[in-house]
């Protein structure tokens, strides 16, 4: 029921989903005044939406601070590397592999192996049912990707049953208090999703630190371009903000991180 309605929230509070709203109601609506109002209302959130400049202070504002390499004090038992668009399953390609949005998670986490900051790798998520019964679930690429990059095939374990951040966490947790008991624990995912996903793993009673991938802020000096001119990729990187921040809230609202 959980996972039902968090995609039926994702749909009904997403940026795009709010201003397309705003102009339906506006269509029906017959007061002049309510009218423009609402269209303002939608340009408005647009326009704020798309900003770089502010996007980015906002980027800036929520993704954890850079943790760097060289600075990684010891060995973990663990690099958790969590899975959800690490590999473009849908793609109609035979034998090339797609990285998908989040697809610098693996390269952080074979970074990480190959420093020997990590001695295991723990890849958790599910794929659809077809991929999965192939074993060609985005989890399996991303291991056969490590393994050809030179990761042992033993270094490498799975968890596929998860659906969304919590269950990453709870199924996670009992492997690794199954066979690593009083390990020490890295968190590998999207600097954007790391808040929730470390949450998610201490209500689970796992104590873990992180390493961000695929940081979307960054620095941006005031120029007009960015201050002015709204721009798509903008949006898009509002978008997955925004999408964040209302799971982190529901999450916390339900106990869940």
Known sequence: MFFFLSKAIDFLVMPLSIIIMLMIL???T??????KRLIALAIVLTYLASNTYLVTKALNWWEPRVVQLKNLEGTYDVGILLSGGLIYGEKPFTDLISTGDNGDRVVQAFRLYKAGKIRKILITGASLDYQMEQRKGETRIAADLLVKWGVAPGDILFEERARNTRENALY???ILKQK???GRYMLITSAFHMRRSLGCFQKAGVKTDYFCAAYLGGY??????????PDANAFADFSVLWHELVGYVVYKLTGYA
Request: hydrophobic letters at 40%; proline letters at 4%.
């Open 172 to 174: 996670s947790a009992r």
């Open 26 to 28: 506006a269509l029906f």
């Open 30 to 35: 017959k007061n002049y005044k309510s009218q």
């Open 220 to 229: 941006n000096g005031i120029t007009f371009d960015r201050l002015l001119v």
């Open 180 to 182: 690593f008991p009083n």
